[in-house]
């Protein structure tokens, strides 16, 4: 085997999976600089001025000459690779044996995903010396503008959430970097976060200020100043989410034939039908990528995962999700199983779209998926022909002739120097693409060993996968060729194989593999990357792992029998251990203000943009804990939940956690779940299921005779009866919490209660108690550094001053409550700041100011299909109007407001309206005609 370097990140020679021990700092810098110029004769000058700079020592030539021998005999093959040549010394590389060189062949390739892979950190680190300056900055560039390339493509895909997830380390990193920094601040508009994309150019501006004393460059202040103005041209994202088609893709013809037979005929839902592993995916995703140019609205995908043992995907699930690729904000995506499918279907209309759910179970898991646009064409994968395909094309096992074309790519020559044994190769796969695949990888890894002899071995392999084994030959033979390929494993991978088959989740990392398998993060991803090497397991994304079906449960029926009960329980346990403790650390770093409200993180906490990163990667891992951690996993997270408007989630998760609880006869988790659950429901408008969870959760606190959750039960009662407009039980329920947490010592808890009782004496018309209460929040808010509870405090202050005429303060108080709402990324608090700071601002003369901010209200109160701040807005814009001699204008936008007030029942903006009206119409009247 030859010797394999890395040098995209620390320096690492490896013979096979064992180190080459080469430790000493100088002979390093020699190994690193002769990679850095690979297939290069390097001059011994050149060596020596590269370890030792303009000082090199009179013995510089003989030490190097002293280190090439060294190196030479450290490695195994050292005398092939490191050659001497006439001027200088060389090392021979490949693709196969030097990252850097597999790196770029894979971007060559268009495979920029597998590029990333490559990359472990910075280059050569780890070796001394100034020498490879040059070679780190050149690597890292080309690395970031892959990177970069890959954003693009994501964004164009409706990927915004994972761009979003993936560029923040980055940014962070490189801070001076726009490129990384635009299509950040992209990718979180595009995810209804236009705040964060506005504070991550706030953070690229005051870097470049002190760094260079530079303003950001042209285009990147335009990009801020139309996320700041909500340009619905940035929004509107095409969906371009197809998986690329597996390499090497082969035969089909027919099949593909009849696919475009049945596109050109109509067809509406196409059904690809056949067995586990016979290619059903490969074949769609080849096929969808031939006709994708004629889908100018987008590609979406789903995989369903129908036979998934532990979590198939629900349809309701998998809509949101499409909805999201859409554009449709998180937070606006009904809770309501018919609203939902009813905003699918009118987004999707009129729309040009090629939709493909892959891995259905059955007609139910897709039916509701299904658009109802003719202009929308939709292909399903499943392992049964379903009644909701117009039409079914059954995949059979690979044709004799297109199996042996399929080894010949994988494994070359061999396959026509040995004709009769690839052909038994083929036949014992069964000719099934999945089964081949695995067993050319065997084949490509033992090269010296003959075909026919390998053929032998797998005819000679009796174990049979006992969830496959229906007396099926295709299923036999699939469950034949994974025992051959698992049994081939040395015994840590071997072991880390039937543990992964654990894994509940769609995919992991090395941190999660480390946890499962009780081993460091360093071991674990080497034993990821070997199953990855043998097929056992494919890449889904930068360092994430996924199993496909079938093995997976192969490799938890081997885990059921080769490790006893207690093994298996206790790899299940650090796994979830692992995500409960990484959840912790990650709304420690996000949340500070409610740590002693939940399960808490220890050790060190990630920065907050790694935090929101981590949750956002790994919640459908999450959403899979076991019962034992679903407890603590919802009092952790369902607040992160709720503020980002992942309310299926939430939803989710309280209800786990309630039935859990219940089971155990744990009625203080019953009630914590219950207040969460409600609270959920309340942000979504469901204030009569909100009461429902609420008093339950009620009861449940007295019997415990627990205060703080009594107080926390009441906070919530009295929002839900405050926005119901029922004044006296609000101010009620929020007394009585204030008096709970007064007497537990509770200042955040008081904060919250006092400042919901503020804006009941704001409604009541009481402003002097409205601005008493909401000054003593603020102040208990600042003391606890909870900004969301300052930021609340300071612009229902400053609404008080609006409404009692004191527009300065109204103005100070709103700026400060803007900024503060900005920096958590509340958009709903950013709307009503703005709406109201303009009309203080109107009130004050500086109506250009007073537009500007009333726009930009507008805008964000569209995206969130806010009716009150719309119409709060509108009525302020009609006003502006009126006092610039435009009745036109003033009555178009007072009547709008109208009509949004009256939707919502808000008493106060339909009274405005309905005067701003009355003096529009007057001044149409009396205009000259």
């Not at 208990?780 to 527009?807: C, E, K, S, W, Y």
């Amino acid at each position: 085997m030859s010797t394999w370097f890395g040098v995209l990140g620390p320096l690492e020679i490896r013979d096979g999976d064992a180190p080459v021990p080469i430790t000493r700092p100088r002979q390093r810098s020699l190994v690193a600089v002769l990679l850095a110029e690979p297939n290069r004769v390097v001059s011994v000058d050149e060596v020596i001025n590269r370890i030792w700079g303009d000082d090199p020592p009179a013995t510089a030539r003989p030490q190097v000459h002293a280190m090439v021998s060294a190196v030479r005999r450290a490695l195994p093959d050292g005398e092939r690779v490191l050659r001497t040549q006439t001027s200088g010394y060389q090392l021979e590389v490949t693709a196969a044996t030097l990252d850097m060189l597999a790196f770029d062949e894979a971007v060559a390739a268009g495979q920029p995903r597998e590029a990333l892979r490559l990359w472990r950190g910075e280059p050569f680190s780890g070796v001394d010396g100034e020498s490879l300056a040059t070679p780190r900055r050149v690597l890292t560039e080309r690395y970031l503008a892959v990177v970069e390339q890959l954003a693009d493509a994501e964004l164009e895909g409706g990927a915004q959430r994972m761009v979003a997830a993936e560029l923040r380390a980055l940014v962070e990193r490189y801070p001076l970097r726009e490129g990384l920094r635009r299509r950040l601040m992209i990718a979180l508009y595009r995810d209804g976060r236009a705040g964060e994309a506005l504070e991550t150019y706030r953070a690229g501006q005051r870097a470049l200020a002190e760094e260079h004393g530079l303003d950001p460059s042209p285009a990147l202040h335009e990009l801020a100043a139309r996320i700041e103005v909500r340009d619905p041209s940035l929004a509107r994202a095409v969906p371009r989410q197809l998986p690329l088609t597996p390499a090497a893709f082969t035969g089909r013809a027919a099949e593909l034939a009849q696919l475009d037979e049945l596109r050109h005929a109509g067809a509406r839902v196409i059904g690809l039908a056949g067995t586990g592993g016979v290619g059903k995916t490969a074949l769609a995703t080849h096929w969808a990528h031939r006709i994708a140019a004629e889908f100018g609205d987008g590609q979406l995908y789903v995989d369903l995962r129908g036979y998934d043992p532990d979590a198939p995907r629900h349809p309701a699930d998998a809509m949101a999700s499409l909805l999201r690729a859409l554009g449709v904000p998180a937070p606006d995506v009904p809770s309501d199983d018919g609203d939902r499918a009813a905003l699918y279907q009118s987004t999707v209309d009129g729309r040009n779209l090629l939709l493909l759910l892959d891995n259905a179970r059955d007609a139910e898991h897709v039916r509701p998926l299904l658009p109802g646009a003719a202009s929308c064409l939709t292909v399903v994968t499943s392992r049964h022909s379903l009644d909701v395909f117009d039409y079914v094309v059954t995949l059979d096992t690979l044709a004799a002739d297109d199996a042996l074309a399929l080894l010949a790519a994988l494994i070359g020559e061999r396959v026509r120097g040995e004709p009769d044994a690839a052909a038994r190769l083929a036949d014992r796969c069964a000719r099934l693409p999945l089964a081949l695949r695995i067993a050319a990888e065997r084949a490509a890894e033992r090269a010296d060993v003959p075909l026919a002899d390998l053929v032998e071995e797998l005819a000679d392999e009796r174990t049979v996968l006992h969830a496959l084994d229906t007396g099926d030959d295709p299923h036999t033979a699939v469950a034949a060729v994974f025992s051959w390929s698992y049994r081939q494993l040395d015994a840590e991978p071997a072991r880390a194989f039937r543990l992964l088959g654990l894994h509940r989740g769609p995919h992991l990392d090395a941190a999660a593999a480390a946890a499962l398998l009780d081993v460091d993060p360093a071991t674990a991803a080497d034993l990821l990357d070997r199953l990855r090497r043998v097929h056992l397991l494919e890449t889904v994304g930068a360092q994430r792992f996924a199993m496909h079906d079938l093995l997976r449960v192969f490799a938890a029926e081997l885990a059921a029998t080769a490790e006893k009960e207690q093994v298996r329980t206790a790899a299940r346990t650090r796994l979830d251990d692992h995500y409960q403790a990484g959840a912790a650390a990650a709304m420690d770093a996000l949340y500070p203000a409610e740590r002693g409200k939940r399960p808490t993180a220890s050790g060190r906490l990630p920065s907050p943009s790694s935090a929101r990163r981590w949750l956002d990667v790994e919640l459908p891992n999450l959403m899979t804990v076991g019962d034992t951690h679903v407890i603590g996993l919802c009092a952790t997270v369902w607040r992160h939940l709720e503020t980002i408007g992942r309310y299926d989630e939430a939803t989710v998760l309280c209800g786990r956690s309630a039935e859990v609880a219940v089971r155990r006869g744990d009625r203080a988790a019953h009630a914590f779940a219950r207040t969460a659950g409600g609270q959920v429901c309340w942000r979504q408008g469901r204030f009569d299921a909100a009461r429902e969870h609420l008093q339950t959760a009620a009861a449940l606190y007295r019997e415990l005779r627990d205060h703080a959750g009594r107080a926390w039960v009441l906070l919530n009662l009295g929002v839900v009866d405050e926005r119901a407009r029922r004044y006296g039980l609000a101010a009620a329920h929020l007394r009585e919490a204030a008096a709970l947490y007064t007497e537990l010592g509770d200042d955040g808890g008081l904060a919250d209660a006092l400042g919901n009782l503020g804006v009941v004496h704001e409604q009541t018309g009481d402003y002097d108690q409205a601005v008493r209460l909401q000054k003593r929040a603020f102040a208990l808010h600042l003391d606890g550094d909870n900004p969301a509870g300052q930021a609340n405090a300071l612009g229902n202050v400053g609404i008080v001053h609006h409404r009692t005429g004191r527009h300065e303060p109204a103005v100070s108080c709103l700026r400060q409550a803007l900024a503060l709402f900005e920096s958590i990324s509340d958009r709903a608090g950013e709307a009503e700041a703005l709406a109201y700071l303009g009309a203080s601002l109107h009130a004050l003369g500086e109506t250009a100011a007073a537009g500007e901010h009333l726009e930009r209200a507008m805008a964000i109160a569209r995206d969130l299909d806010s009716a009150r701040v719309q119409a709060n807005a509108l009525n302020g814009l009609g006003e502006l109007a009126a006092a610039a001699g435009d009745p036109r204008h003033a009555l178009a936008a007072h009547t709008a407001a109208l009509r949004l007030a009256e939707s919502v029942g808000d008493t106060e903006q339909r009274i405005r309206a309905e005067a701003g009206i009355g003096s529009a119409e007057l001044g149409i009247d009396d205009s000259p005609q």
